[in-house]
């Protein structure tokens, strides 16, 4: 079993930046495809980005294409969404997931952190 637990969510202004991090622990990270997700109140979850177990192949949601960067240091266990140019349509709480196996995807996770609040005031 892997335990997730994000970090670096916060307040900021529209058009303003963030950089959220994921701390993975219990197995070894680099067995794992990881993703980020969000969900904004009354809304349903919403695929963000992922990326492949040693980091080579991203993926990303159409409507962060661009903006949002998801990368991952194995030797940290951790990984990383780089936020820029933020909207406050952004706003919402954001988590990272984990899953076995090499290639990333949308679906399919089975490991979930507890999220972290992301507010963006216009």
């Known amino acids: 079993q892997v335990q997730l637990v994000e970090s670096g969510g916060g307040l900021v202004q529209a058009g303003g930046s963030l950089r959220l991090s994921c701390a993975a622990s219990?197995?070894?990270?680099?067995?794992?495809?990881m993703g980020w997700f969000r969900r904004a109140p009354g809304n349903e979850r919403e695929f963000l980005a992922a990326?492949?177990?040693?980091?080579?192949?991203?993926y990303y949601a159409d409507s962060v294409k661009g903006r949002f960067t998801i990368s991952r240091d194995n030797a940290k266990n951790t990984v990383y969404l780089q936020m820029n140019s933020l909207k406050p349509e952004d706003t919402a709480v954001y988590y990272c997931?984990?899953?076995?196996?090499?290639?990333?995807?949308?679906?399919?996770?089975?490991?979930w952190g507890q999220g972290t609040q992301v507010t963006v005031s216009s």
């Open positions: 219990g197995r070894t990270f680099s067995n794992y495809v």
């Open positions: 990326i492949s177990w040693r980091g080579g192949t991203q």
């Open positions: 997931a984990a899953r076995i196996g090499t290639s990333p995807t949308m679906m399919g996770y089975e490991y």
